[in-house]
């Protein structure tokens, strides 16, 4: 077991089209309002997917149910889990994050003794970023974030 007590903090589905998927939240369920962010380099950086070095961009949008951020994700360019979550299974929910993370190379490394790899890491913003490969084990990917700061104004929100 690893040390640090798993909180949920946030929920992520990928989609293929993000601004109608801001949309159908919004008219649907009545989440929002979204605040939203293009992730791509130079500012997504040290990115590796399965320890290989990669470049992808990506359009983000969050917004808050309650105490838990509901994160959208599409792929833009690039390879990345997200954009291989997207050509197998057509978008849905892809993981689940915690942000309650102190020591982010301890955490990963008391993950791989348990015998979970990591998928995917990236920096962006002030997070640090790290994907593991719990699909099969826990039927969803595991993401822990570890924040410096806190994120810029959006690009754009909805509604």
Sequence with gaps: MVDEKFE???ICVVVK???????Y???????????IYTAKPPELRD???RGKDVEFS?????ARVGSIILELIQPLEGESIFK????KKGGGLHHIATYKVDDLDKTVAQFKEQGIDVLQTVKWRGASVVHLDTEEKLGVIIELIKRTTELPPPEATYP
Excluded: H, R
């Design 8 to 10: 949920l903090g946030q």
């Design 17 to 23: 089209n993000l601004d109608e998927a801001v949309k």
């Design 25 to 35: 939240y919004w008219k649907i369920l009545g989440i929002g309002p979204w605040s």
């Design 47 to 49: 990115t590796k997917v």
């Design 58 to 62: 990506m359009k983000l949008a969050f």
């Design 84 to 87: 291989e979550f997207l050509d």
